[in-house]
């Protein structure tokens, strides 16, 4: 079983609900390549595999989960991350940033969900658990509707009852009922106020909804508040 090669190497034990998501094929992404989006994506697209649809989020398969493990725990890595720190990521950015199991802060079976910057000094808490995890950025892609690459109202809301419908069984019967609930909303136009800007956008809930919906379901004392990573400044 590849988990337990990864467990095994790296002294870590995933959570129950990751080994759920691996036997039930919702990790299967195939291998990345320039011909992904037009061979594998269509076929992932009917029964979307973990977080398919979200925004600025790659699922990483476990060759290239085992390549970034070796990366963040390089001492030589251009991170330099302190040895006491341990990430076992699960997904990345378009930027190369990780998302990652904060193993040093295990708790009863669960780890933090942790965001590690590649291009600055930062980790950011995210969430709590790996389901809280899934929860907020389902939540989050609702109410950020893809205007930029012409994503139409009819695809932004197939998608999302797509992979409400995959991803329902991980999720407590608050989460889903929320998300439901919001799924079944109209979609608005809103702004986001920026120190210097408003910044246009269209979903299902805004900013501020967010924000406060996710402080309500998913309490988690350290979300969205960061540490460095590297003694180096």
């Not at 061979?39 to 595999?49: A, C, F, G, R, S």
């Not at 979200?54 to 390549?67: A, I, P, Q, R, T």
């Not at 079976?109 to 389901?131: R, T």
């Not at 009922?177 to 979903?203: C, S």
Request: glycine share 4%; proline share 4%.
């Amino acid at each position: 079983m590849p988990l337990l090669d990864i467990e095994t190497k790296n002294g870590f034990t995933y959570p129950i609900i990751y080994k759920e998501f691996f036997l039930d094929g919702m990790l299967n992404v195939g291998e990345y390549g320039p011909d992904w989006y037009t061979t594998v994506y269509p076929k992932l697209k009917e029964n979307p595999t973990l977080l398919l649809h979200s925004y600025d989020f790659e699922l990483l398969n476990l060759k290239g989960v085992n390549e970034a493990i070796d990366e963040l725990s390089d001492p030589e890595g251009y991170r330099e991350i302190k040895e006491e720190f341990k990430f076992i990521p699960f997904g990345q950015s378009g930027a190369g940033d990780h998302y990652c199991f904060f193993v040093n802060e295990e708790n009863n079976g669960e780890n933090p969900i942790v965001f590690v910057w590649h291009d600055m000094n930062e980790v950011n808490y995210l969430a709590k658990n790996m389901q809280d995890f899934v929860f907020r950025m389902l939540l989050t892609d609702m109410s950020d509707q893809d205007v930029y690459n012409d994503v139409s109202d009819e695809e932004f809301k197939d998608n999302l009852e797509r992979v409400l419908k995959t991803h329902k069984k991980y999720l407590t019967d608050k989460q889903n009922d929320v998300l439901q609930t919001v799924f079944n909303r109209e979609i608005i136009d809103y702004e986001i106020l920026l120190p210097k800007m408003k910044e246009a956008k269209r979903g299902l809930l805004t900013d501020v909804e967010l924000k406060k919906t996710l402080a309500e379901v998913i309490p988690f004392d350290k979300m969205d508040s960061s540490f460095e990573y590297s003694s180096e400044s």
